[in-house]
């Protein structure tokens, strides 16, 4: 028996379903499940740019012949969708499992979206596990209702099942071979004549399924003899559990498309039956919209994740006491950019430089925070890019006020085709790529840029400045974040241009650094207590009003920013 | 012995956290009980508060702990500890490691970091343990060793076997490091008996 968090668990899960491929790109809370996987050997996995380019990937190697896992958080299907909704007409050669983690709360997401709504939309059918044991066990059924149906299947994770660990019994690999391709053009080729045709197949699929699911052992009865039913799926079943001990449940294994011949015995003779589910009235509405009586969302919240707490305050149950709250205001505690990360050096010249900053999802969207405050949007992967262009576009009083901050993964990701359109329709654009040399905010992982794999090997990396003198931006330039005055001037510089332009820093990650610099202290005869200093947000440096300014050499990795900040010349190498 | 629980491990990203928790989930599954942790990855770690809860008994659901719940609420800095503490249950043992480590609202000077936190720490729980890991891991060989110090407090306290320990500290901890660790869970453990907790 081990101990597995659910990302482990499909990993495990695909290991055992004798997948052989698979593909995704990185993004909390879906991240681990690839980077588990790329320990089983038999399994060929792979980050892709971004999460289209993987499930066209997992397409093909699902064609191709062997069972294929695609993974990506909840906003990452949206970049996917495309494909998506076509792959459901087509349908596949050996299996294909499509794994999406929705982030309830956004722990680590800009967005809180469902990603349920695209089993329907798109007439796929949708797996959802509540533990670590049925996300391996899902993976599995995914694999044989992919085959069975000829379909793509969604497995929907959340934070809570990916993140938490809970225990699993592992079983062998099962050997699958690799099935032959057959050439099968109105299978393959969605032309219209052949999509029509394939349209009314998806839907004679779905009534297929529909019958099946009523049935399906996933969807399971506990029947408690009570008058309350509950009807759930997911992380929610467990809280529920916790919370109604004496009701019946309706656990649904599968979430599309719903048993409705099933729902409909489970609430027979029931006085009242309750949808418990987080965030959009998901199963609630098609159950009501079927005709069954049953309350949700008017109990529920459809905000941020659920608790056992939350449910008790729902249904007016008592809770525990608990130990009373300190009654001084804390401090809240938000996370911050890492000391002697190259970005501090980029956020504090765009701050002085009052640039409105297009921003983008990375670790570098906390340069939105206090002390820079230097970002002005984050919308999507790659939108600051797009956004920087129709900024100039909207008024040429805006010309050269607008700049792009963008990752090196992000922009693999989604920044070079907004690139393209800055240079295509004469923008005057500045894009600065914070090249870190690897995936950041998800925990480090390679990229096209980096020059490894996930697997490990080494490869070609992709180089920034060919590629932006390709697209035929004329001015692409290179800065050292480190070097606070290269990076105001040149960012400067390159605002002023009436061309499109490219900065790309050029300092590593602090995090995948091997050895740590000399560390910095302030010396207190020469500190005037300007406070300048305060301004690079690191979180080595503190200020306390009877103890003045001070830098705690065990955070310090000796970046340096601050001392160039100093106009004092009081902050010192230790040694020095 | 007791035969369920929660225990709340809190801190702040880089302290350890997650190790903390691996070890001693590892360690009840070791000794025969159903677990479940739940514990937050992602943009929260950069420094951010972090938190790994961990439900142990016969037949465990839900992976959340409730406000009340947590039998043992096991800070490894202060102001952490105080902004978790009303998940302590009335009665429960409240273990601190009195590292502070200041958010950016105080680093700015914005706001100030608490200063009577430990008295009202103490006036508010019944059990509470001190232990400046801080200091004793300097004494080990580094801040590193502050999380197996903290830890080793719960040694007595859980109705986990020895050999459990080892084994899950065994999994956890890269061979070359696990003689060091093992010395600074057992250092933890002996300050419990110093002060007869």
Known sequence: ?576 | MIDKGAILLVGVGGQGITLATKIVSLALLKSGFDVKVSEIHGMAQRGGSVYGMVRFGKEVYSPIISQGEADILMAFELLEAARWLIYLKPGGELILGEQTISPMPVLLGKMDYPSDLISQLKDKTEKLLTLNAEELAFELGGLKFANMITLGTLKERLPITQSAWEDAIEESIPERFIEINMKAFELGRKQIMMRGG
């Open chain 1, 1 to 576: 028996m081990e101990l597995y968090s659910g990302n482990e668990a499909i990993a495990r899960g695909a290991y055992e379903g004798g997948v052989s491929f698979a593909a995704g790109y990185p993004g909390t809370p879906s991240t681990e499940i690839l980077e588990n996987l790329s320990d089983y050997k038999e399994v060929n996995s792979q980050w892709s740019p971004n999460e289209k380019v993987a499930l066209e990937v997992g397409m093909g190697a699902s064609l191709g012949g062997a069972r294929t896992l695609v993974t990506m958080k909840h906003v990452g299907l949206n970049v996917a969708a495309d494909p998506l909704f076509t792959a459901a007409y087509t349908g596949v050669n050996a299996g294909l499992v499509i794994l999406v983690a929705d982030d309830p709360s956004m722990h680590s997401s800009q967005n809180e979206q469902d990603s349920r709504y695209y089993a329907r939309s798109s007439l796929i059918p949708m797996l959802e596990p509540s533990d670590s044991q049925e996300a391996k066990e899902y993976l599995k059924e995914a694999l044989k209702l992919s085959e069975d149906f000829d379909t793509p299947v969604l497995l929907r994770m959340t934070t809570r099942i990916s993140h938490s660990k809970t225990k699993v019994e592992l079983s062998d690999r099962t050997k699958i071979p690799i099935r032959t391709y057959e050439k099968d053009i109105a299978k393959y080729v969605m032309l219209p004549q052949n999509a029509r045709q394939k349209r009314l197949n998806l839907l004679e699929r779905m009534r297929r399924l529909e019958d099946f699911v009523n049935t399906y052992h996933l969807n399971q009865v506990e029947e408690a003899g009570g008058e309350i039913g509950i009807i759930t799926s997911g992380i929610t079943y467990q809280h529920a559990k916790e919370v109604f001990k004496a009701a019946s449940f309706l656990k649904l294994g599968m979430v599309y498309p719903l048993p409705f011949g099933l729902i409909e015995s489970f609430v027979k003779g029931k006085k009242s039956v309750y949808v418990v589910e987080e965030l959009e009235p998901f199963l609630e509405d098609a159950i009501k919209a079927h005709g069954i009586k049953v309350l949700g969302k008017e109990l529920v919240p459809r905000v941020g994740e659920l608790s056992p707490d939350i449910l008790r305050d729902s249904f007016s149950l008592p809770k525990g006491d608990s130990t009373s709250a300190i009654e001084t205001p804390l401090p809240p505690r938000p996370p911050l950019m890492c000391p002697g990360c190259p970005h501090r050096g980029v956020f504090h010249s765009l701050n002085k430089l009052k640039l409105t900053v297009m921003g983008d999802i990375g670790c570098y969207t906390l340069g939105a925070l206090a002390p820079f405050e230097a970002m002005d949007t984050c919308l999507a992967m790659g939108a600051g890019v797009g956004m920087a262009l129709g900024f100039e576009k909207a008024t040429s009083a805006n010309l050269g006020k607008a700049v792009a901050v963008i990752g090196d993964s992000t922009f693999v990701h989604s920044g070079i085709t907004p690139l393209i359109d800055i240079v295509y329709n004469k923008g005057a654009s500045t894009v600065i790529i914070l090249d870190n040399r690897i995936t950041a905010m998800t925990g480090r992982q390679d990229h096209p840029g980096t020059g490894r794999t996930l697997m490990g090997e080494e490869t070609r990396a992709l180089d920034f400045m060919k590629l932006a003198e390709a697209i035929g931006v004329g001015s692409i330039r290179t800065i050292d974040p480190y070097d606070l005055k290269q990076t105001l001037t040149t960012i400067k510089e390159e605002t002023e241009k009436d061309e499109p332009s490219v900065i790309i820093t050029t300092r590593p990650c602090a995090l995948i650094l091997s050895e740590k610099e000399t560390p910095f202290s302030i010396d207190k005869k020469s500190c005037t207590r300007c406070l300048s200093c305060l301004k690079v947000g690191c979180p080595a440096i503190s200020f306390d009003k009877a103890k003045g300014l001070s830098i705690d050499a065990n955070v310090c990795i000796g970046c340096g920013v601050c001392a160039k900040v100093c106009k004092f010349s009081a902050i010192l190498e230790v040694d020095s």
